[in-house]
């Protein structure tokens, strides 16, 4: 691997203190790369560095930011396969996963270089007073960005673009399983004509201490994270010292509902890709699958028989619909949440056994009859396990579907528009997929409510996170 260190002020580096981590393939659990690890004193040099190049890049013409964007989206896509196949190679994810991940994340380049000119502001007259009311906005300053590893590309590029497109530089940590693909990133952004200083990436075993050390520098005015809400939680408390902005996408639980009326393929087409886009491993992965009894052995005779028609196997491999998944870690997770269904239960329609050998391989599985209190329906299942459940005309289904913390995504399937335009608005959820199985679009502002997050990426709103709105009152 090429680039494996430390990506500060445009020049590529060894941690303060030499230290290096191991990235793994989770396809053989073969040693991919050692990438530095950065200190807090490296975390502060990425500070110097962004603060350094701040003024210029801020001074820019919006236009002049837009094309640099526009180069970043133009080189991204042509070197899309590259991409893909480092992605696989880090995160696991098969080829048609990964390839897609990269042109998702390359279309932020391309968003945010369109709404990198259109930072509207307004003129108006104080109705009493008669004074000018000036409002603008101005870029908020440095921002430090903390990304996971399940996407790890596009998750840094729905942060870096709209960033730079306001006029901040930034720091990026990302996550310490995936930083290949956020450090190969950085030639391309400089071919595209990033100036040094205004993207660093600061990879490191320590994340707790360079976050919090970088979150406490009075230079810092943004966090932006994505990740899990206990991790976001306790970045939250550190941004309360210097009161930062804070834009957190956390964690997901969402309710995936096939109403009676439903085009029934179109729901298993739309169950197929929000449970295993990504092998599961999404916030916005369909957790707990909800179909009315007049059609649930319909709906999971044709479910099950998609599931088993995908093929497991390392994700470079062709004809692979579904890799590893990231760590052992993870695999635990899934296999003790799909014990405790069954335990409490659930009935296996598929899947459900590990298999043998190197590698974090997980089947696809169907649960169904899974009870209320099973664990998987109140944790992230992360993994591609589908937990069905069935609903009568009885049941209030939207309290059932709102019976969580959590409020980023849920999916509605019915082909009355009436019920269910009436049913989305009910659901307490920052997006709804209605007849759909994909929400995820760089036009449109992607984020959750209740414990899934504060503040939204992507759309007009994207831009406005890494700005701060003044307000002038003028007399002339
Ligand atoms: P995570 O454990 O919260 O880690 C996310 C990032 O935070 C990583 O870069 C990690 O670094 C860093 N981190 C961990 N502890 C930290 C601390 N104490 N202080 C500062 N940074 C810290 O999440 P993950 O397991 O990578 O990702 C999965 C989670 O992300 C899921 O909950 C998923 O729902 C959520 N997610 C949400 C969205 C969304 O848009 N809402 C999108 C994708 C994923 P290290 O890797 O070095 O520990």
Request: net charge negative; hydrophobic share 45%; with cysteine.
């Amino acid at each position: 691997m090429k680039y494996t260190d430390l990506y500060i002020n445009g020049h590529w580096q060894a941690g303060s203190n030499d230290e290096r981590f191991d990235v793994i393939n989770p396809a053989d659990e073969s040693v991919l790369a050692s990438v530095a690890s950065g200190t807090v004193e490296d975390a502060i040099a990425c500070i110097d560095a962004a603060d350094a190049a701040f003024a210029d890049w801020a001074g820019r013409t919006p236009r002049e930011r837009s094309e640099i964007l526009r180069r970043a989206f133009e080189l991204m896509t042509a070197r899309r396969d590259e991409f893909a196949r480092l992605i696989t190679k880090e995160n696991g994810k098969a080829r048609a996963d990964a390839v897609g991940e990269a042109t998702y994340a390359a279309e932020f380049f391309r968003w945010f270089a369109e709404e990198a000119v259109r930072a509207d502001g307004m003129i108006t007259r104080a109705p009493s007073s008669g004074a000018r009311i000036l409002v603008h906005h101005k870029p908020a300053g440095i921002a430090v960005l903390v990304t996971p590893w399940n996407y790890p590309a596009a998750m840094g590029t729905r942060k870096i673009a709209p960033a730079l497109a306001a006029g901040c530089p930034v720091i990026v940590k990302p996550a310490s399983e995936t930083p290949l693909t956020m450090l190969a990133l950085m030639p391309l952004l400089e071919e595209a004509g990033v100036p040094p200083g205004v993207v660093n990436v600061l990879p490191s075993r320590s994340s707790g201490a360079v976050v919090d050390a970088m979150l406490h520098d009075r230079r810092v005015r943004v966090v932006s994270f994505t990740g899990s809400t206990g991790v976001g939680r306790k970045l939250l408390h550190s941004a309360a010292d210097q009161v930062l902005k804070p834009a957190m996408e956390l964690g997901g639980n969402a309710p995936f509902i096939v109403f009676d009326d439903a085009d029934i393929d179109l729901a298993v087409e739309g169950a197929m890709l929000a449970k295993m886009r990504n092998l599961g491993e999404a916030c916005t992965a369909a957790n707990r699958i909800y179909v009315h009894e007049k059609i649930a052995g319909i709906f999971t005779e044709k479910f099950s028989s998609a599931m088993k028609q995908l093929k497991v196997g390392n994700g470079l491999d062709d004809g692979i619909d579904v890799g590893p998944l990231v760590n052992a870690d993870t695999r635990n997770k899934v296999v003790n949440l799909v014990n405790d269904a069954i335990a409490r239960g659930a009935k296996l329609h598929l899947g459900g056994k590990v298999p043998s050998g190197k590698g974090y391989f997980y089947p696809p599985t169907v649960l169904t009859d899974v009870s209320d209190d099973a664990l998987c329906l109140h944790d992230e299942i992360f993994g591609p396990v589908a937990a069905l459940q069935t609903f009568s005309d009885g049941d209030d289904i939207v309290a059932r579907a709102n019976d969580t913390e959590y409020g980023l995504v849920a999916y509605v399937f019915t082909e009355n528009m009436k019920r269910g335009l009436q049913v989305c608005e009910k659901l307490e959820f920052g997006m709804v997929g209605l007849n759909r199985g994909l929400v995820s679009d760089p036009a449109a502002p992607f984020g959750g409510v209740k414990q899934s997050g504060l503040g939204r990426e992507g759309g007009h709103e994207g831009m406005l996170e890494f700005m701060e709105t003044q307000y002038i009152s003028a007399t002339w």
